[in-house]
C-alpha cells in the first residue's frame, strides 16, 4: 500500500505563497499519477491539480493557473505544489492523491486509489 503524508499548509495573507509537500512511501512512487486537491468548508472535494508519472504531462483547475505549479521529484517520493498569487478563494483543506491505475480521468478524485491526511491552508483578505 502507498502512504502519502503532506505538509507546508499555513496561514498566508492575500498575495502569498505557500509550497506544500507529499512525501509517499510507496515502492513505485515514478509509476504513479500524482494528484492535488483540495476542499473547503461547506463544499465538495475538488481537483486542484495533477502530473503524470514522469512529470512531462501537467494539468491544473482554471482557478488556479498560472498561480499554482505542480512537481515532483522521483528520486525523493515527494511530490509539491507551490501555491504563488493565494486568494482566500483558495483557502481549503488540500490533500495530495495517487493513482497507480494510469487513469485518464486525472481530475476525478474516483480515479485515486491513495489518500493523504489533508493539510489546511489558510489565505486572509
Known amino acids: 500500500q502507498v502512504q502519502l503524508a503532506e505538509s507546508g499548509g499555513g496561514l498566508v495573507q492575500a498575495g502569498g505563497s505557500l509550497r506544500l509537500s507529499c512525501d509517499a512511501s510507496?515502492?513505485?512512487?515514478?509509476?504513479?499519477?500524482m494528484g492535488w486537491f483540495r476542499q473547503a468548508p461547506g463544499k465538495e472535494r475538488e481537483f486542484v491539480a495533477a502530473?503524470?508519472?514522469?512529470?512531462?504531462?501537467?494539468y491544473y483547475e482554471d482557478s488556479v493557473k498560472g498561480r499554482f505549479t505542480i512537481s515532483r521529484d522521483n528520486a525523493k517520493n515527494t511530490v509539491y505544489l507551490q501555491m504563488n498569487s493565494l486568494k482566500p478563494e483558495d483557502t481549503a483543506v488540500y490533500y495530495c492523491?495517487?493513482?497507480?491505475?494510469?487513469?485518464?480521468?486525472?481530475?476525478?478524485?474516483?480515479?485515486?486509489?491513495?489518500w493523504g491526511q489533508g493539510t489546511q491552508v489558510t489565505v486572509s483578505s
Open positions: 492523491a495517487a493513482d497507480i491505475n494510469y487513469s485518464n480521468s486525472y481530475y476525478r478524485s474516483g480515479s485515486y486509489d491513495y
Open positions: 502530473i503524470s508519472r514522469r512529470g512531462e504531462r501537467l
Open positions: 510507496g515502492r513505485t512512487f515514478s509509476s504513479y499519477t
